[in-house]
């Protein structure tokens, strides 16, 4: 174990997962090791870019930066916006995963949406290998996230699995090392903070920022009436008058702001269940559905899923790491995973 935590440090393995909102790296031997936002701040002089932070310090940022300063999310929808700035990003969370400037060209495995283009495809490789890996191996969300919530992926019975991040929704049924049917939806966490900004804007007159609604959505948002409905006071700029101002916000309405998001989950999870084989569907009749990412922590919305679907509906133990956990156990146990592998 010594001689594992020594190579995890100063070896050549990785397991990443590339979030839109988060990124997570897990070094062979030594687990999880990181966990940052999936923000840059840069600043752009013509054609050169410069990065001045990465990760939590560049959050601090958002929203906070001169003109000359901008801090900005390289991924979105699950995919690469900006792709020098992504490979930059990649390689400064290699550096702080192995606590080192230089890193020991070696395998890296990344996750990727399940409906992945194959040009998307090669960008993220080309990003990794930019980084200063050797080897980059690819493994699509919703199956690293079945394999990190326990689900038995190579077996001939169907699992379903709903991995709600934060620029996309894979929802997807497993079976003997494949999807079987899937969709991705491009409604997730961040499309969860615009409506909310878009409905305190509307309803209150009130402009905030993402870092305000994503607050908001952890803090009272919901799926399902509550038994104690929440509120929260929060800070904005008055549109009317152009000054701060101080609101209060109730739980009632964010799950008015959310509806017709959640409406889009419900609507995905029936269209994969219409396209799953029934020898599968008996198998997730007996066995349910199961929900990761963060958007699971959501109050509520594994009992408004059930109550859609007429099937029981559970929350992954631990949801936020559900993928990065299933990347680290492919790498940690490659030779008996590497079928899952694109």
Known sequence: MVFGKFFGMFGADLAIDLGTANTLVHVRGCGVVLNEPSVVAITRDGYQTKVLAVGKDAKEMLGKTPGNIVAIRPMRDGVIAD??????????????????SFFIRGRLIISVPAEITS??????????????????HLIEQP???????????RDARGSMIIDIGGGTTDVAVISLNGIVASQTL????????????????????????????ELIKIKIGSAVPLEEELRIDVKGRDLITGVPQSISVTSVE?????????KQFVACTKSVLEHTPPELSADIIDRGIVLCGGGAQIKGLDKLLSEQTGLP????????HAVVDGVGQVLENIDTYRGLLI
Request: hydrophobic share 50%.
């Open 83 to 100: 792709f020098t700035v992504t490979e930059a990003m990649i390689k400064a969370f290699i550096t702080k995963a192995t606590k080192k």
């Open 119 to 136: 040009i998307e495809q090669k960008a993220v490789r080309e990003a990794a290998l930019g980084s200063g890996v050797r080897e980059v």
């Open 143 to 153: 199956m690293a996230a079945a394999v990190g919530a326990g689900l038995p992926v």
């Open 186 to 213: 491009r409604v997730a966490g961040d499309k969860l903070d615009e409506a909310i900004v878009n409905f305190v804007r509307k309803r209150h007159n009130i402009l905030i920022g993402e870092r305000t609604a």
């Open 254 to 262: 964010i799950r008015e702001a959310l509806h017709d998001s959640f």
């Open 313 to 320: 509906v559970y929350v992954a133990e631990n949801p936020l």
